[in-house]
């Protein structure tokens, strides 16, 4: 008897240049149906929405003010949560919860990249609950009804806006992981190609990596099915038609496009069929050199490429039809063309790290999922190669 799958996805994605206009109509509809059932609905007649963003980016480019006055437009009350660093703790989470706490908000928006969606997700999911968001990191399941969240993504990379995780970090105990629960599924995925026309070139070509890694893994994953095969490959065509070249040219909406189909799309495919060693290691790596995720993503591909070419031979000759070549070569080579270093040398990644990296990273479900088995020698021979 075979296992079964289940296939989750945001109730409504909407995608599209000038998408964020619709912000407004999709807040003040879960907004509403959130009051009707809480008791703010005795006390007030205006749902009430916390935007959780970055500390500076989104600010920057006016798209946080863009959307409180989109918010505010369509009747709603709107605050700002923007507190979210990169590689966020988990602290930040407990934070954003007090905060949704104390305004007694009707819902969530994330707006940014996937730290700041991350954050919005978790603090959502997890708006109910007593424990501190450190518990649930280290395995508490939620069981508190959170509340609703719209996932508004600025940058074409991580896909967060269609997973039901959050990946985080705590310090104080060097350790990075996702909290992953069905509470933390955005309620709608409202995918704008021109929010991300603000994306400086370095941010560009790592976001875009980090979605290339995340497509060809979930492809090769052992638990990808032929529904996340199919869209794992159209991810892949996207974004090799949108990179190196929305690096040099973050402008072209076609291309915007482009990379944000390969990122929405990734991100779908991941939540379903998982990943690979890459993202497994990726975390304990982030965590203690402060790399950021996607670059230490798309450094580690090539050599994971290699290593997991004899468990899957098929798809790697797909995945050289759809590339146009040796998918190895093509990771290293697609480095080189995003202006990305091939090793991380200049992070300090250490020789005595090594053994607790292996561990850390062995012990991650990503891992779990690659194709071919991963022992700690592999892990090693992985870190010596980009050392």
């Known amino acids: 008897m075979g296992t079964a799958s289940a296939f989750i996805a945001p109730q409504r994605i909407v995608f599209g ?16 149906a959130t009051l009707r059932s809480s008791d703010a609905a005795s006390l007030r007649s205006t749902s009430r929405a916390l935007l959780v963003t970055g500390r500076k980016a989104a600010a920057k480019a006016g798209i946080t003010s863009r959307c409180v006055a989109i918010l505010r437009q369509a009747g709603l009350e709107a605050d700002v949560f923007a507190e979210v660093e990169p590689e966020p703790d988990v602290r930040t989470v407990d934070r ?30 997890l708006a109910g609950e007593a424990s501190p968001t450190r518990a649930f990191h280290h395995g508490e399941r939620p069981t508190a009804p959170g509340k609703p969240m719209i996932a508004v993504p600025t940058t074409s990379g991580t896909g967060s806006e269609m997973t039901n995780n959050g990946v985080l970090s705590d310090r104080a105990g060097a350790y990075k992981a996702s909290i992953r629960d069905d509470s933390l599924l955005p309620r709608v995925a409202l995918i704008d190609p021109e929010l991300t026309v603000s994306c400086p070139p370095f941010v560009t070509a790592a976001s875009g990596i980090d979605a290339m890694v995340q497509a060809i893994e979930s492809y090769v994953s ?53 990943l690979g060693v890459v993202h497994g290691m990726a975390h304990p790596i982030g965590v203690r050199y402060q790399v950021p995720h996607g670059l230490v993503c798309g450094i580690l591909l090539p050599g994971a490429l290699q290593f997991n070419r004899e468990a899957a031979p098929a798809k790697y000759r797909v995945l050289a039809e759809h590339v146009g070549h040796d998918p190895a070569t093509y990771a290293l080579d697609l480095l080189e063309a995003c202006g990305l270093p091939a090793t991380l040398s200049a992070y300090g990644l250490a020789l005595k790290d090594f053994d607790a990296i292996a561990e850390e990273s062995l012990a991650s479900g990503s891992t779990k999922a690659n194709p071919r088995p991963v022992a700690r020698e592999d892990i090693l021979r992985l870190l010596e190669a980009v050392d």
């Open 222 to 274: 052992l638990y990808a099915t032929p529904m996340t095969e199919a869209i794992s490959l159209r991810a892949v065509d996207e974004l090799a038609a949108a990179l190196p070249a929305v690096v040099a040219s973050g402008k072209d909406l076609a291309l915007r496009t482009h990379a944000a189909w390969g990122s929405a799309m990734a991100g779908l495919a991941l939540s379903n069929a998982r």
């Open 96 to 125: 954003c919860r007090a905060e949704i706490r104390r305004l007694r908000a009707d819902l969530v928006i994330g707006v940014g990249g996937g730290s700041a969606l991350d954050v919005a997700k978790v603090a959502a999911g």
């Open 17 to 32: 240049a000038g998408a964020i206009e619709s912000l407004g109509d999709e807040a003040a509809r879960l907004g509403r």
